[in-house]
């Protein structure tokens, strides 16, 4: 719980500050004098009388009442310091830099868990332990280098790893960037990311508070809080990216169905990100350089011109653009030609425009003004201008910097020569400007910024299903998969068209439901959680006599308890599946069915509740899509059946939370009707 006594504190007390600037304790206190805290700075430390110039207390017990306390002592120490502080010094707000806790086994648990207990019987708000600190622009409450300079304009960047802030700090600084706020909650005992976030969403003020928030998450703790949040300062102006480290472990589910399988943790958070609005990264580098993108004007369209004397760059540049799905489009006409006529001998225009080594700072403004007035199919430019060491650049980089503010499009400044031109580019941050090193970063986070779309404000409103017959099948069934008949109840409650199917455990219940039946048939072993890899399936069943030897052949596999009859069925073979992570909302997947899920890795991920545009949104995006649309003469889906279908299931399983995974797998898409044909629902209560 973030409060006001960690916010603007009016005292603070440093326990285990000290002398020598080489340690925690010691470097703390010197970035709180650096800093011009305002308030009455105290410090605890038994060994000294004098501590950097403020006198010093030899124990909590000695102390006036203090709003916040930064502990830099031994973790068995803490908690008896605390007691004190909480429940004798009327202390609400504490920041633990002191490692040793949970980080390092049970005992270290349990101490946490007993700290937070204390303070949260005082109300009181814990950042850490095992962090760097906080920094606002009350005071410079972190004991590592780079200290940035408050921004109110600057990222706020909320970390559960302190040396990873230290690192995004000093690449961030060093390129341009400036920070506000710094929270590093470590190991977030008690106040996690998404509780600064929280804060930060239910305090927002568009005058005096950062609009970008930069995130370092190694655990989701509270899903939905981070998606309610992020969504929320988004649709207040906000640009929020991220981070979320350790997403690789697929875990035993994906040895339980197709789902589980091909939802790995990592895409189910991509798919937070994406409900969110939250631009997902996966390194330091792409974090830094989406947060110098939000910096700039915003990309209002796909058209990108490339502005250079350097063509290798060019070149790689244009590749990474189109890969991302943006354009590097022909640049021709009069107004090319005219442009032309001011550029040297062997310049190009065409985009690529190549002004050559021998490029002038004039000659860029008028390449610049071309394509912010003329060119109007032209939405951004990124100008990639180094230096060979031969010549001063500083009137190109004071050109670029001017146009950089008058111009309406966006322009991204590659300034690549960090040692040749270190002058120039230091002159160019100096006036307020970010720059990009590097032309191929730049070109894979541009792309990602530009597809991660706001989040919608809008309700969701899912298609109506029968809550009373869902609930009375979840509420009968047993923990592990149900059975066919639970699952067609489902299906039929949600209204799900499904295939005709009987399920039979003896010879002569085959013959005697068959009868209803018009051969062909598929046969499927029930049972073996995945039937085609022990010879479950068998197609094309021509006649009584075959499907009495066939029913032999299924009832003798291992784990076998009935056979599954269906008619044939063909079409396009569609998939739609459910997995429930721990805490998230439930994954909804879709994509083309058989080979193209697993070996071509073709489908489309979202939480639910699925609304109607995200279903659509789901479908046009996979690979396959044209399979859908009929391509070649072959028909195709009736897609807005295949979307509908999406949003019933998304209805179901918010009917049913208890539902933890779900194969649809395959559906049959045809012209005229989308038909499940082997569906597998797993719920765990």
């Known amino acids: 719980m973030i409060n006001k006594e960690l916010i ?12 020598n600037i080489l340690k925690p304790g010691g470097k703390i206190v010197k970035n709180l004098i650096d800093g011009s805290f305002k308030g009455e700075l105290l410090v605890v430390n038994p060994r000294e009388k004098e501590v950097q110039g403020i006198s010093c207390y030899a124990t909590t017990e000695d102390l006036p009442v203090v ?29 633990i830099l002191s490692a040793g806790f949970g980080e390092a086994g ?36 972190i004991f590592t280098t780079p200290i940035p300079n408050f921004d109110k304009d600057g990222c706020d960047l909320i970390s559960s790893s302190g040396a990873t802030a230290v690192f995004i700090m000093e690449a961030g600084i060093g390129l341009g960037l400036k920070f506000a706020n710094i929270y590093s909650v470590g190991n977030a005992a008690q106040t996690s990311v998404e509780d600064v976030l929280e804060y930060m969403d239910e305090n927002f003020d568009p005058q005096s508070d950062s609009s970008i928030k930069l995130l370092y998450l190694e655990s989701i703790k509270n899903p939905k809080k981070l998606l309610k949040h992020a969504k929320s300062l988004i649709n207040k102006g906000c640009k929020i990216a991220a981070i979320k480290a350790g997403s690789t472990d697929e875990g035993s589910r994906a040895a339980a169905s197709h789902t589980g399988a091909i939802a790995s943790s990592d895409r189910i958070v991509r798919a937070l990100f994406k409900k969110a609005g939250i631009v997902y990264c996966s390194s330091r580098r792409e974090l830094i350089t989406v947060a110098s993108i939000f ?35 022909s640049i021709e006409g009069e107004n090319a030609d005219k442009l032309l006529g001011f550029l040297h001998n062997g310049s190009s225009v065409s985009n690529p425009i190549d002004f050559l080594a021998t490029g002038t700072a004039e000659q860029l403004g008028i390449i610049i003004d071309y394509c912010e007035h003329k060119f109007d199919h032209i939405d951004a430019m990124i100008v990639v201008f180094g230096s060979p060491g031969l010549f001063n650049v500083q009137d190109v980089y004071n050109v670029l910097s001017v146009k950089l503010d008058v111009c309406k499009k966006p322009i991204y400044p590659v300034l690549p020569s960090l040692i040749n031109a270190q002058k120039e580019i230091d002159s160019f941050l100096i006036k307020g400007n970010i720059n990009f090193p590097d032309e191929v970063v730049i070109g894979r986070a541009l792309p990602e910024v530009y597809n ?31 059975s066919p008949r639970e699952v067609n109840e489902l299906l039929d409650a949600a209204e799900i068209s499904r295939v005709k199917e009987i399920v039979v455990a003896t010879k002569s ?16 072993v029930v049972g073996p959680i995945h039937k085609t890899d022990v010879g ?20 003798q596999l291992e784990d076998a308890n009935s056979v599954m009859v269906q008619s044939m069925h063909s079409g396009v073979e569609l998939f739609i599946g459910v997995l429930k992570e721990k805490g998230f909302d439930h994954a909804i997947l879709c994509g083309l069915g058989g080979v193209f899920i697993e070996v071509l890795d073709d489908f489309s991920i979202n939480l639910s509740p699925v609304s109607k ?27 807005q059946l295949f979307i509908d279908t999406i949003g019933k299931v998304s209805a179901l399983v918010e009917v049913a939370p208890e539902i933890q995974e779900m194969d649809m797998n395959p559906l049959f898409g045809r012209k005229d009707s989308v038909t499940a044909v082997d569906t597998r629902i797993r719920v765990l209560k």
Do not use: W
């Not at 706001?454 to 017959?469: G, M, N, W």
């Open 8 to 19: 603007n504190p009016k005292n603070i007390v440093v326990i285990g500050g000290s002398n």
């Open 613 to 639: 545009k995200e279903a659509k949104e789901m479908v046009l995006k996979l690979k396959g899509y044209k399979l859908i649309e009929g391509i070649r003469g072959n028909e195709g889906v009736d897609e």
């Open 295 to 329: 910096n700039y004007k915003e990309l209002k369209g796909k058209n990108i011109v490339i502005i250079t004397h350097a063509g290798g760059s060019a070149v790689m540049l244009t590749d990474v653009l189109i890969k991302g799905g943006l354009n590097v489009p």
């Open 452 to 482: 991660t779309l706001k989040p919608s404000s809008e309700k969701v409103i899912l298609p109506k299903v029968d809550v009373q017959r869902i609930r009375k099948v979840i509420d009968a069934a047993n923990d592990g998969f149900l």
């Open 509 to 524: 219940e085959l013959q005697e439901k068959l009868s209803s039946f018009s051969f062909p048939v598929v046969m499927k």
């Open 536 to 555: 479950g399936v068998i197609l094309n069943v021509q006649s009584m006599e075959e499907s009495l030897s066939q029913f032999d052949r299924l009832m």
């Open 67 to 95: 709003d916040l306390a930064i502990i830099v002592i031994s973790a068995s120490q803490c908690y008896q310091v605390i007691d004190e502080l909480a429940s004798n010094k009327a202390t609400k707000a504490f920041i």
């Open 106 to 141: 049970a005992l270290g648990v349990l101490e946490e868990q007993k700290i937070v207990e204390k303070i949260n019987s005082v109300n009181g708000c814990l950042i850490g332990p095992n962090c760097i600190g906080v920094l606002n622009k009350n005071y410079k409450g």
